[in-house]
């Protein structure tokens, strides 16, 4: 029967001294030296200096070397404790920490076991001398645990883009033997998704293309459909990549392609890892080490799926280049950018693209008029059929006139003449300082959201003054400028819009308020335009305030419609679309289409 007991290292270093004084060999000096040697020559990476320190080293070799490859370790520190000695066995204590691939560290302890032979001390190999939970016919594997990807959501919590895989179709005619018959067959498989794949779309931006043109990008359902139509075209690449993936093709494409770009690189969490046994078979039997992922939150638009879906179809009717904005004024939350697929040709021209207002703009000449005291909505003002102010002689639409009237009814009935000469005997930065207050002009750093609100300069000049007050002249300005303007008469101060949650909006300007008395009065006169002006079209759709527009520009006229319903604010227009009634009748369809509580 033996005796265990514990010694600590300082007494197995003095008994090593004392041994070495009285002449006795290397091999003699006790156990906890050679465990030193052993864990020493482990941590280097020098398996094969470890294994002759062991009863077997070819099998420990083996497991070693196994060990550092499957980890993938970069490195590993290792030091010996406590000891414990029996005649000619002992255990020595040991703590490994291993440094894994990305900043990964794994510590823990074990025990080598001793034996001496023919005085001299070796590790008596077993495989749980690299871990104490480790069988002899096992491996430690390291695994990678990836953390679930972000989604996209709207306002209400449902999905608008996901993970998943994209199949991305590729078309190089110049590998085609018979680039016609090919660009067919794309088209007669790819239409169903896109109805501008035709053969003749395809084949010409191939053609124009720098290399090999991506014709599209599938989704997991659609290349399902498709996938064995598009196998073996001469020319056609299928190509797999992980992505975020709208969830129904045709919600704000535009806007979630500008989504997409701003959060792909956030959508990873943190990847968890573990560390497995595997056993002779390659099945996993125990779980050593364990870091749980940690997935990255879901990004939480403000769109409103109802919003987006009426504005996007409401658009999507006329020919012409045909946009929407629509933000809730309580907020500043963007419930919708909408284009047609007109508009969509140059881009998000509904955030950015820059636009005479015509008489749209005329809701920043009279709230200047009234902050500068000039007028009210009850002030008589001259509406003839012209006026001339300097050398420029500034029409009514079609020359109506309507005498002298209060400037409600100016509004109302959207008099070029009245508001042109306001302008003119506005001071020459009362433009430009009225329409800050209302949110046109300052910048929008809207994370997500390419953004313009537009621009209006200063005009010391008479005549551009005049010409700028019905929104003619050097005023340009985007539909979600005008979305914001009308956010702020609903709102009475200029909200901040926002797209995506979390993620505040910078605001490049000063947006000083306007007075109560100026907000009620642009209420007023904005109400009278729906309910007996010249946006009578929509009065049915509940308590609308608006104002109509149309824009003289080469070749025909924007058509504008702006205003807001309760907690609902909007701009449309349609570019070059003639009539305001055209973007009246637009705004209308969408108002149609939402759900009877909104």
Not at 54 to 69: F, G, L, N
Not at 292 to 309: E, G, H, K, M, N
Not at 323 to 342: C, D, F, R, Y
Not at 564 to 578: E, K, M, N, P, S
């Amino acid at each position: 029967m033996w005796t265990r007991m514990l010694v600590p290292p300082a007494i197995i270093a003095f008994g090593i001294a004392a041994a070495g004084a009285t002449g006795c060999s290397a091999g003699s000096q006790g156990p906890v030296p050679a465990a030193d040697a052993f864990v020493a020559a482990f941590a280097d990476h020098d398996v094969d200096r470890a294994a002759r320190l062991t009863t077997v080293p070819e099998k420990a070799a083996a497991a070693m070397d196994s060990a550092w490859t499957k980890l993938q370790a970069e490195s590993m520190t290792a030091e010996t404790g406590a000891a414990r000695v029996s005649d000619d066995t002992a255990t020595v204590e040991y703590t490994y920490e291993w440094k894994l691939p990305k900043n990964r560290t794994w510590r823990y302890t074990g025990q080598l076991q001793m034996g001496r032979s023919d005085g001299r001390w070796v590790v008596r190999w077993a495989s749980s001398d690299i871990h104490p939970r480790l069988g002899d016919t096992q491996t430690m594997v390291l695994r990678a645990n990836p953390a679930p990807r972000a989604r996209v959501n709207e306002s209400s919590g449902s999905d608008v883009m996901v993970p998943g895989k994209v199949t991305r179709v590729a078309f190089r005619p110049a590998t085609a033997t018979d680039a016609n018959s090919v660009s067919n067959a794309l088209a007669a498989a790819l239409f169903r998704f896109d109805e501008r794949l035709t053969p003749e779309n395809i084949l010409r931006a191939a053609r124009t293309a720098d290399g090999t043109y991506t014709v599209a990008l599938l989704n997991e359902v659609e290349y399902g459909e498709v996938g064995a139509q598009l196998l073996g075209l001469p020319g056609v690449t299928l190509t797999q990549e992980w992505d975020l993936v709208p969830t129904e093709r045709g919600f704000a494409p535009d806007l979630l392609a500008q989504v997409r770009k701003t959060v792909i690189e956030e959508v990873d969490g943190k990847a968890g890892w573990s560390v497995v046994t595997m056993n002779s078979n390659g099945v996993d039997t125990d779980v050593l080490k364990e870091v749980p992922s940690q997935p990255a939150p879901s990004f939480a638009l403000s769109i409103d799926r109802f919003v987006q879906a009426a504005a996007q179809r409401a658009v999507d009717v006329p020919t012409e280049q045909t946009m929407m904005v629509v933000l809730k004024p309580s907020t500043g939350a963007v419930l919708a950018v909408a284009q047609n697929e007109a508009a969509d040709r140059d881009g998000p021209v509904a955030t950015i693209g820059q636009y005479p207002p015509g008489s749209v703009f005329k809701t920043v000449t009279a709230a200047a008029a009234m902050s500068s005291g000039l007028a009210t909505p009850d002030t008589i003002l001259p509406c003839p059929s012209r006026i001339t102010i300097g050398e420029r002689t500034i029409p009514n639409y079609n020359l109506f006139g309507v005498g002298s009237v209060p400037m409600a009814t100016a509004y109302e009935r959207s008099c070029n003449t009245s508001f042109a000469e306001l302008a003119s005997e506005l001071p020459g930065s009362a433009l430009h300082d009225t329409a800050a207050k209302l949110g046109v002009g300052p910048g929008y750093s809207v994370v997500g959201l390419p953004t313009a609100s537009g621009s209006v300069p200063p005009a010391d000049d008479l005549v551009q003054r005049a010409e700028d007050g019905i929104g003619q002249g050097k005023v340009v300005v985007s539909p979600f400028g005008m979305a914001v303007m009308a956010a702020t008469i609903a709102r009475g101060t200029a909200p901040v819009p926002y797209l995506i949650a979390g993620r505040p909006t910078v605001v490049d300007g000063d947006r000083a308020a306007l007075s109560a008395e100026v907000i009620d009065g642009l209420r007023l006169m904005m109400r009278k335009v729906v309910t007996g002006g010249t946006a009578e079209r929509i009065v049915d759709q509940g308590e609308v305030y608006g104002k109509t527009g149309e824009a003289e520009v080469e070749g025909g006229s924007h058509s504008w419609f702006v205003g807001y319903r309760g907690d609902i604010a909007f701009a449309t227009l349609l570019v070059r679309g003639g009539s305001s009634d055209n973007a009246v009748g637009v705004t209308r369809d969408m108002f149609a289409m939402l759900p009877s509580d909104y």
